[in-house]
């Protein structure tokens, strides 16, 4: 994975909403957790994020992304090299705990519930989390329509159209798991021709050249419905909620999972 992540870095420059989170995602975060005086705990090293709370630790396997992507330490914020499914903090002692589309990324039901219960694990009895989902709608998209909307300037960025390509492409994988070069090789089927693309929607070809990192990667998404997903955090938390985070493009599929008193499991 870590080719893949440098890859993604590499570009950064390059890619939009609703990959990096607009303003408004930020104001959600902060209004559903309020987080003004919390002390925050961040899965990744997300930079429009990186000033949320009174003090922060950002935990990332990637040693890549925090020198790539990451703000910078302070005296009041950190990256620190972490395992998501281990993090580096007692048992019960942290106040607010966040993350964006990180439950896309760790694979399928059972990686999502082991990132459940060691987030369950270290928050504390009055602490809260919140992670931005990328959740495919009940009903699969037609390919075909998705490559009509865009053609008629109906996608807002072609970071949404990645995702709606992306989620046409689960098909009836199990946890709606795929391999990331499925991403391209469905949308190659449906854009064979990129400059057309280009023309129709006004995307420079630098940034429609973003999904090449999918090439040959071995890193693999999710993306579940939110219900499936709220389904299995309340295995682990009593207070499980869904926020809206504005009205982006393609902001109806990327909601704030919010999670609230954790359960201790023996």
Request: hydrophobic share 45%; aromatic share 8%; charged share 25%.
């Amino acid at each position: 994975m870590t080719e893949h992540w440098n890859a993604i870095r590499k570009h950064w420059q390059l890619l939009g909403s609703p990959l990096r989170p607009p303003t408004e995602v930020v104001e959600a975060y902060d209004r559903e957790l309020d987080l003004g005086r919390a002390h925050v705990v961040m899965l990744g090293v997300t930079p429009e994020l990186a000033r949320l709370g009174a003090t922060m630790v950002a935990v990332d396997e990637s040693a890549d992304m925090i020198a790539g992507i990451w703000p910078g330490d302070t005296d009041t914020r950190k990256a620190v090299r972490g395992d998501w499914f281990e993090l580096p903090f007692g048992e019960a002692s942290v106040e607010a705990l966040i993350g964006d589309g990180c439950l896309s990324v760790v694979g399928g039901t059972d990686a999502r519930r082991e990132l459940f219960s060691a987030v369950a694990r270290v928050l504390n009895a009055d602490g809260r989390v919140g992670i931005r989902l990328y959740a495919c709608p009940e009903t699969r998209d037609d390919p075909q329509d998705v490559r009509a909307l865009a053609m008629s300037g109906g996608v807002a960025t072609f970071h949404e159209l990645k995702w709606r390509v992306a989620m046409t492409a689960t098909g009836g994988a199990p946890d709606y798991v795929m391999p990331v070069r499925k991403i391209l090789e469905q949308f190659e089927a449906l854009f064979p021709d990129r400059a057309e693309l280009c023309e129709r929607t006004g995307w420079e070809l630098p940034v429609i050249g973003t999904i090449d990192v999918y090439r040959n990667s071995p890193a693999v998404y999710s993306f579940a419905p939110a219900a499936a997903i709220v389904e299995e955090a309340e295995e682990y938390f009593g207070d499980v909620g869904i926020a809206s985070t504005g009205t982006y493009g393609l902001a109806e599929r990327c909601p704030l999972l919010v999670l609230r008193s954790p359960k201790r499991l023996a």
